[in-house]
């Protein structure tokens, strides 16, 4: 039996096949081939309903990447390049995190994922990354990766998965940690000091990462989620 693994979905307009404009939960596909091809059988969650009751039957937890969180949760005001913010996708998400958290089931974020964790645990955000780093090399224009190296912090949950040497993988994101949340440890950087992984401190698998794995060629992380589960 593969471990069933559910990844939340986003919630917007799409044109499909005769389709046109019709609002749909969706997902990039990646996500659905990369826990696939880690040995885990995906199951979608729309946020809708009441999605944590759909953890009971699952064994792992991955948070997909999407739009921003609204800065009110982290008591800020929303910067004038924060967009995309869906307001039933924030409550859906963070109330699936607390519940899979207090159950102990093994999580991965990504993207999305990584800040979510973050600001539920009491962090914040920079809600626009190149006016921090003076570069747009984590989201260089849209719909394209950018290619950066991060490194994995030495003993870390992440170095035994990835290596303690730099590698390069797929970014899109223009916001990042700020605040680091009591009880995350940054487990990863880029070379311009960008947080790009944090664990929890807890015996469980509870692991998130800024940059996109599903879009690159090592499944390592998602293979390591369903080890976990």
């Excluded at 990447?65 to 910067?79: L, S, V």
């Amino acid at each position: 039996m593969r471990p069933v693994i559910g990844i939340t979905t986003y919630v917007e307009p799409a044109t499909f096949t005769v389709w046109q404009d019709m609002t749909v939960a969706l997902l990039p596909y990646m996500y659905v081939e990369a826990v696939v091809r880690a040995g885990g059988q995906p199951v979608l969650l729309p946020p809708a309903g009441a999605p944590v009751s759909a953890l009971r039957g699952l064994d792992g937890l991955v948070l997909a990447g999407g739009g921003d969180i609204d800065a009110a949760r982290y008591g800020e005001p929303a910067h004038e390049r924060t967009g995309y913010v869906r307001e039933f996708r924030d409550e859906a998400e963070f109330a699936l995190l607390a519940a899979a958290l207090d159950r102990g089931l093994p999580y991965l974020g990504v993207c999305r994922g990584m800040q979510v964790l973050n600001v539920a645990l009491g962090g914040s955000l920079h809600q626009h990354l190149p006016d921090v780093v003076g570069h747009a090399g984590h989201s260089p224009a849209p719909g394209r990766f950018g290619h950066l190296p991060v490194t994995a912090v030495p003993g870390t949950r992440l170095a035994k998965i990835l290596g303690e040497q730099p590698v390069t993988v797929p970014h899109y994101h223009h916001q990042a940690v700020a605040r680091l949340a009591p009880g995350l440890t940054a487990t990863a950087t880029a070379e311009d000091g960008t947080v790009e992984a944090v664990e929890l401190d807890t015996p469980g698998f509870v692991l998130a990462v800024q940059w996109h794995p599903e879009a690159g060629e090592d499944d390592a992380l998602f293979e390591a989620l369903v080890r976990a589960c």
